[in-house]
């Protein structure tokens, strides 16, 4: 089992930035497929990007692609999520994620252990 903990949020204004962390418990971070997922006020929570165990496969929402993205370090069991041209549509809880594998497309992508989310607000 792995226990996530996100942090790095905040507000920020339209087209601004952020970088979200996530530290993960455990010695078998390297074999894990992360994720980035999020939920807006009122809406269902939706996958963000995820990223193989040797971030050789990676996986952008469209609506993020080529703002976002998503990285690794496995020697200090984190992965990150750089925020680029950030919206307020972007404005969400942001949970990071973990799982065996990548199952693309799913629902939940193949992610298993999820973290208690930090807060992006973007301002126009």
């Known amino acids: 089992q792995v226990q996530l903990v996100e942090s790095g949020g905040g507000l920020v204004q339209a087209g601004g930035s952020l970088r979200l962390s996530c530290a993960a418990s455990?010695?078998?971070?390297?074999?894990?497929?992360m994720g980035w997922f999020r939920q807006a006020p009122g809406k269902e929570r939706e996958f963000v990007a995820t990223?193989?165990?040797?971030?050789?496969?990676?996986y952008y929402a469209g609506s993020v692609k080529g703002r976002f993205t998503i990285s690794r370090d496995n020697a200090k069991n984190t992965v990150y999520l750089q925020m680029n041209s950030l919206k307020p549509e972007d404005t969400a809880v942001y949970y990071c994620?973990?799982?065996?594998?990548?199952?693309?497309?799913?629902?939940?992508?193949?992610?298993?252990?999820w973290g208690k989310g930090t807060l992006v607000t973007v301002s126009s």
């Open positions: 994620a973990a799982g065996g594998r990548i199952v693309v497309g799913t629902e939940n992508w193949g992610m298993d252990y």
């Open positions: 455990g010695r078998t971070f390297s074999s894990y497929a």
């Open positions: 990223i193989n165990w040797s971030g050789g496969r990676i």
